[in-house]
């Protein structure tokens, strides 16, 4: 029904939302002009999967082989308890039914905010498929031994700039930190670097995942599964 409807508006307004790849090149197209439509696919409540996870399995896997530039950053925003919102990207490192990992320092601002205030949102903004996942819950710092187990897996200067860095502090100069990683290097010379104890992962639990793709004359389909006691419950949200 939708699709159908879809259609007739779309011929009926053909130049209704000029694409970004039709005739100018987006450097020349007024920034009023800048839109495009999307035609990609369709989500159908009758195609999902009764599990979150299973659906956000196929789409990341479908991210992954589309190519896309770092198809597991995603943003991450946390508020303070005073409800400062703050965003920015890190990078999903696992997933699975009890939640979506990342890892940062355990002192840095998102620290601090998710101390303060566990309710956090992580959005995956593939916008070359027209697609958006967005992921409600609470923020939880997941076993030390998770977290060693993943810091160990990382390359040498990775692990060193754990070190380095008191993410989010202010500091002078960059050379301050390239002197201090030179240091460090030669410090754990035998390549055996530690995890840093203010250094981890947290795991979103999530209450809400949101599937979005992009539909023509921007009648999209937005999915949300939404936890309950027992399981999931599927809302198709307006666009
Ligand atoms: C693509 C991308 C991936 C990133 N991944 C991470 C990450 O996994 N962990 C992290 O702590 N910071 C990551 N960053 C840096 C963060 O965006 C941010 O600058 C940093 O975590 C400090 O944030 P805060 O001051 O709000 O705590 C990434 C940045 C980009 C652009």
Not at 45 to 68: D, G, Y
Not at 103 to 126: D, G, M
Not at 157 to 173: C, E, H, N, Y
Not at 183 to 206: H, I, M, S, T
């Amino acid at each position: 029904m939708i699709q159908k409807m879809s259609d007739q508006i779309q011929k009926k307004n053909p130049n209704e939302s000029p694409s970004l790849d039709a005739d100018k090149p987006a450097s020349e197209m007024p920034l009023s002009e800048m839109r495009r439509d999307y035609h990609r696919g369709a989500l159908r409540r009758e195609n999902l999967p009764n599990c979150p996870f299973t659906f956000f399995r196929q789409w990341f896997e479908e991210a992954r082989s589309a190519n896309i530039a770092e198809p597991n950053a995603m943003i991450l925003s946390t508020a303070d308890a005073s409800g400062f919102v703050l965003s920015r990207a890190v990078l999903l490192k696992a997933y699975d039914e009890r939640g979506f990992v990342f890892f940062t320092n355990y002192h840095s601002r998102k620290a601090e905010h998710i101390a303060q205030n566990p309710n956090v949102s992580l959005l995956f903004p593939w916008f070359d498929l027209e697609r958006q996942v967005i992921i409600c819950g609470k923020a939880e710092k997941i076993s030390t031994a998770e977290s060693i187990a993943y810091f160990m897996s990382r390359p040498f200067g990775s692990r060193i700039g754990a070190w380095v860095s008191q993410q989010s502090k202010v500091i002078s100069t960059r050379a301050l930190l390239e002197t201090k990683f030179h240091e460090l290097v030669q410090k754990f010379a035998n390549g055996e670097v530690p995890k840093p104890d203010w250094w981890g992962g947290y795991r979103v639990c999530p209450t809400t995942i949101e599937f979005w793709q992009g539909g023509p004359n921007r009648i999209h389909d937005r999915f949300e599964y939404r936890k309950t006691p027992t399981g999931w419950e599927i809302v198709r949200l307006q666009p």
